[in-house]
């Protein structure tokens, strides 16, 4: 990969972090000065209907936060953009809809028919 589509990359994938850290601190400090008290057992159960998905939408970004910091340490160690399975390069089309990808396209469908077709 060129060091210009590297630090491309390295861009792009920093802003998504920063972005995704400032989206978890804010679910944080609304969760801890949010002192509602809902008399209406309905309300209540509405009210924790969205903390929960918020929850989980949070913890999908912390698994999102996770990939994005070992993308950047392919980057720093120079494997950015290899395919784990073929060694092929990722091409830059899948690079770019999908900048934490390990698989090149062709590897990642075999897994996934492969998947589809034990049922996992």
């Known amino acids: 990969m060129k060091e210009k589509d590297s630090q491309y990359f390295k861009q792009v994938l920093t802003d998504q972090l920063k972005e995704l850290l400032a989206h978890g601190d804010n679910t944080?400090?609304?969760?801890?000065?949010?002192?509602e008290n809902f008399p209406d057992p309905t309300d209540r159960a509405s009210h924790e209907t969205d903390r929960n998905f918020t929850l989980?939408?949070?913890?999908?970004e912390h698994k999102l936060i996770k990939k994005i910091k070992k993308a950047l340490d392919r980057i720093e160690e120079g494997s950015f953009g290899i395919c784990d399975t073929c060694?092929?390069?990722?091409?830059?089309?899948?690079?770019n809809a999908r900048p934490v990808t390990t698989e090149c396209i062709e590897c990642k469908t075999k897994?996934?028919?492969?998947e589809r077709a034990l049922g996992i």
């Open 111 to 114: 897994a996934e028919a492969r």
């Open 56 to 60: 989980r939408i949070r913890d999908r």
């Open 87 to 95: 060694g092929e390069e990722i091409s830059l089309e899948r690079l």
């Open 28 to 35: 944080v400090i609304g969760m801890t000065e949010s002192k």
